[in-house]
Structures are given as structure tokens and as C-alpha cells.
């Protein structure tokens, strides 16, 4: 029979115990497409559309009893409709993106995917953060997921950018890394980056490695130089620097904010209220090298 269009199977007399119970049914997977086409091939069956995204997805918008959906995929639209009562998709958030397996049902005219309950959906992840970062095979000193760039100084006379290799908290996440393009030039050309895109594509975060050679400079010189206070808020000090002849701050896109001249003085104040929040570099020139030291800006 057809009701509203559905086919509907009503029994005529009772077919006595089942032959078979608890039997796995395996979801056909189809594209949106050739779900909207061919409808009537999936009628009443068990499909599964990978990749959909949810076109109400705010965070805050939850599932609801006996409503649509609008979905899509890439530019192929369809529709989720939660027939099934009682089930614990009510009131659980609609996911950024998801793969989606429900009854292929005709409502109203139109092709539409019930799912059953909450293990329907694949829900995908929304972690686009980074688990480890490594250089030339080694994991950066002081890596912490929630930090975003890093300062690398390699020994001196390094010549060959090094490799720099990401894994992603969560394994499907995208992700991009872009090397550097130089150890002489500007902190622009001495950054890697590394752009992680979560599953469900609602969040990209953005790491850096800062690579800087080191040039011979006298390490105890280099160790002796202060910059504080870390974090600073509207100056910072630069201290022990009577070999200094020049100090210079970069953002971490590496371009240069702050030039202050060293004339002998044993200690600078440098205004940094003008600067935004985030972290900075800082070049201080001696006539024996350079020296390479961050900060970060509250």
C-alpha cells in the first residue's frame, strides 16, 4: 500500500516466531545525489550519507522530536528528520559535521534520512590541536598543545632548513606544514608554519617554529642578558647589555616593530604598550654576533 506516498507492508495474519533475531544490518552508503535521484531504489532502507554537514549547527541548537534538518554536502542538499521518539538524539547538539546512517523516508514530498538514535552519527571532531611538533625528528623542547609558536636556535653554521613534521591530537584532523624559506633572512622567512583543520572543518588553528642559527656569540654574554617582565604589558627592560649596539622586535609574521639603539647603556626600557597581545622576538646586535631572545605581550 501506499501511505502519503510511502509503500507501507500491513500484514494480514500473524507469521509466527521469527526465524532470525539480532541480525546486523549493513547501511548502503550512497551520495546525496543518488539519494535524491533514486529515492525509490533506498525507500524504507538503511543508508548512510558520509560528510554532511548541518546547516543549523550554532553550538547551542539541539535535536528535537518530528522536525527537519537541512544538510548538505559540498553543494548537494538534503534532509534529517527525526521521526524516532524517545530516542537520545533529543536534545543532544546538533554536530558541526557528522557521517549520518537512518530509514530512507518520504515525507511531504520529500527524500529525507531518519536516524534512529545518537549512534547513528558519526559525529566528526571539532580538536584541531597539535599532540606533537618535531624538528629533524626531534620533538621541540617545551611543547605544549595549547602554545602555538616556538623559537628553535640551531648550532652555528647550520645552513640546511630543517625538516619540521606535526601530529595531530585527533588523527583525522588535516595537517599543513609550510617550511621555512630561509635561516638568514627575517623571522618571516625563518618561520615554519603548521595549519591544523579539524574533521569537522569549524576550527583551523595556526603553529609556528621560529628557526635562528646561532653565531658564535659568547654564551655566557648570552646567558647574562635579561628581558623582563615576561609576560609585560606596557614596557619591557633589557638588562646586562653593555655589548649591545642594537635592539629590534619582530611579530611573529616577522615584521619588524620596534628599533632602539644601544649607546653603551647597561640596561633599556622599551615602551610596548602599542603593541598587540601575542608573542615577539627580539635581535640584539653585538659587534661579536647576534643574539636572539621572545616575548610575550599581554
Request: negative net charge; proline residues 4%; glycine residues 6%.
Amino acid at each position: 500500500l501506499d501511505y502519503y506516498d510511502m509503500l507501507e507492508f500491513v500484514p494480514t495474519s500473524d507469521p509466527g516466531a521469527a526465524s532470525s533475531t539480532g541480525n546486523t544490518v549493513t547501511p548502503q552508503t550512497i551520495t546525496v545525489t543518488e539519494f535524491n535521484t533514486n529515492f525509490e531504489n533506498y525507500e524504507a532502507e538503511l543508508v548512510k550519507i558520509t560528510g554532511i554537514d548541518f546547516t543549523a549547527a550554532d553550538g547551542t541548537v539541539v535535536f528535537e522530536t518530528k522536525k527537519n534538518y537541512d544538510v548538505s554536502v559540498g553543494t548537494d542538499v538534503t534532509v534529517i528528520r527525526t521521526v524516532f521518539l524517545s530516542t537520545d538524539l533529543t536534545g543532544t547538539v546538533l554536530p558541526n559535521m557528522a557521517d549520518v546512517t537512518g530509514i530512507a523516508v518520504w515525507d511531504f514530498s520529500t527524500a529525507k534520512i531518519a536516524p534512529r538514535n545518537l549512534a547513528d552519527l558519526n559525529i566528526y571532531s571539532s580538536d584541531a590541536t597539535l599532540s606533537d611538533i618535531k624538528v629533524n625528528g626531534t620533538s621541540v623542547t617545551g611543547f605544549v598543545s595549547g602554545t602555538l609558536s616556538y623559537n628553535v636556535s640551531l648550532t652555528a653554521g647550520t645552513t640546511v632548513i630543517p625538516t619540521v613534521t606535526a601530529t595531530s591530537t585527533e588523527v583525522n584532523a588535516t595537517v599543513t606544514v609550510i617550511p621555512a624559506t630561509s635561516l638568514t633572512g627575517d623571522a618571516a622567512a625563518r618561520t615554519a608554519k603548521i595549519d591544523v583543520t579539524s574533521h569537522d572543518k569549524s576550527v583551523i588553528k595556526h603553529y609556528s617554529v621560529v628557526f635562528s642559527v646561532a653565531t658564535g656569540v659568547d654564551e655566557t654574554l648570552a646567558g647574562k642578558i635579561r628581558i623582563y617582565p615576561v609576560p609585560a604589558r606596557s614596557d619591557i627592560f633589557a638588562e646586562n647589555i653593555s655589548d649591545v649596539t642594537l635592539i629590534e622586535i619582530f611579530d611573529i609574521t616577522g615584521n619588524k616593530q620596534i628599533t632602539e639603539p644601544v649607546n653603551g647603556q647597561d640596561q633599556v626600557r622599551i615602551p610596548v604598550s602599542h603593541l598587540t597581545r601575542g608573542v615577539y622576538f627580539i635581535r640584539l646586535k653585538t659587534n661579536h654576533g647576534t643574539i636572539m631572545k621572545r616575548f610575550i605581550k599581554e
